[in-house]
């Protein structure tokens, strides 16, 4: 966003240049909004967070790798991070903390969860000695076949995290995309597969774990249901949101922090974002029926929020149209303009608030199984 800093030679400028400059800039403004509209990591950030209930909640999984982009943050822009929460007096929680205080209605008015998946060695070795440093704490989620292997971290280390209060959550035992089995045989071998990881974790570590995070944040309706059945209290999701009182607890929205969103702006804004409060989503499944283009339909509570500035986003690009009911303005139909090619792709809608100062953010996952990663 185009930054306007007053300084000495600002001050000497002659009315003319200044009135030119004025000109120069509103031209080259409307210039931007109408050939580069506003991308979703560009929306202003809001001045201060304010409301219980809500956990910023960010999703991490290497750390100082360059060589794994997609998912890699580097170990400067995570310790700025970490930095900025401090320098701003925010609480960090891990999930299992964080719910139970949304739950007793007692959450600190700026609280983040720092979540990590996959329990790559890189967190222990680099991202770990950082925590310690701020002392706070996280979540990570393992997937108990691969520990011990490559580059993710043994049974001693995941202990030692443990004994300094990192939570440990369960992230299924082989890590599969289980969407892809057949619809016969899909449920018995998550069930079996979650099950496993819990005995496994219980073996090792002594502990058994209340969270569940879905690998590639990939659910389904029946699958959230057996996540529930094997005694899980939550799950976490990758679609990106705030968490709130009101958000399905077993797909929990968190904030990607890997490749190009591991930046201290986008951390910055995503910790001061606030969850957009939507109902009647229809359809309620994540996976991709024979429309394509989907269409999403929902309600937003506008108690808050400026429906005239609601924008509509397509994997963060505005290909999208967003129409709000003739009878009922709070209810919204969206739909991208082209069918969606990935395997997963999100629907946002983000809407600022009456007087501008904070911004909402509400995410829909689609996820098409005949497509591969
Ligand atoms: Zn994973």
């Not at 929306?43 to 209930?53: H, Q, Y």
């Not at 045989?185 to 879905?214: C, M, W």
């Not at 809608?349 to 098409?368: E, Q």
């Amino acid at each position: 966003m185009f930054c306007f800093d007053s300084n000495e030679e600002v001050l000497i400028m002659s009315k003319q240049s200044i009135l030119f400059l004025t000109f120069s800039v509103v031209f080259l403004l409307a210039i931007k909004i109408l050939v580069f509209p506003l991308s979703i990591e560009e929306a202003p950030i809001s001045i201060e967070k304010e409301g219980k209930g809500e956990i910023n909640c960010f999703v991490y999984h290497r750390f100082g790798e360059e060589n794994y982009p997609s998912t890699n943050i580097s170990l400067e822009t995570f310790e700025r991070q970490l930095q900025w929460l401090q320098e701003n007096h925010f609480t960090v929680l891990t999930l299992g903390e964080a719910l139970k205080l949304i739950d007793a209605d007692n959450l600190p008015q700026k609280s983040v969860v720092l979540t990590v998946d996959d329990g790559y060695r890189s967190f222990i070795l680099r991202a770990f000695p950082l925590l310690q440093k701020y002392n706070y704490k996280a979540t990570v989620f393992v997937n108990t076949a691969t520990v011990g292997g490559g580059s993710y971290m043994n049974w001693k280390e995941l202990k030692q995290l443990v004994d300094a209060g990192i939570e440990i959550g369960n992230h299924s035992h082989s890590h599969a995309y289980f969407l892809n089995y057949s619809k016969e045989e899909k449920l018995k071998i998550f069930k079996e597969d979650v099950a496993k990881a819990q005995k496994t974790i219980r073996e090792n570590l002594g502990i058994s774990p209340e969270l569940f995070a879905y690998p590639y944040g990939e659910y389904s309706l029946d699958l959230k249901k057996a996540v529930q059945e094997l005694g899980f209290k939550a799950a976490a999701a990758q679609n990106s949101g705030v968490i709130s009182s009101y958000s399905d607890r077993f797909a929990l929205p968190r904030f990607p922090m890997g490749s190009s969103f591991a930046s201290l702006e986008g951390f910055r804004s995503k910790a001061k974002m606030k969850a957009l409060e939507v109902k009647n989503v229809v359809p309620e499944s994540s996976v991709l029926s024979s429309d394509n283009p989907p269409i999403l339909k929902l309600e937003i509570n506008d108690s808050q929020i400026n429906l005239n500035q609601i924008q509509c986003f397509v994997q963060g690009s505005k290909n999208c149209r967003l129409i709000a009911d003739s009878r009922n303005p709070n209810q919204f139909t969206m739909k991208a303009e082209a069918p969606l090619n990935n395997r997963r792709t999100l629907y946002t809608i983000t809407a600022p608030s009456l007087d501008g100062r904070k911004w909402f953010w509400y995410s829909h996952l689609w996820i098409n199984p005949q497509v591969s990663e």
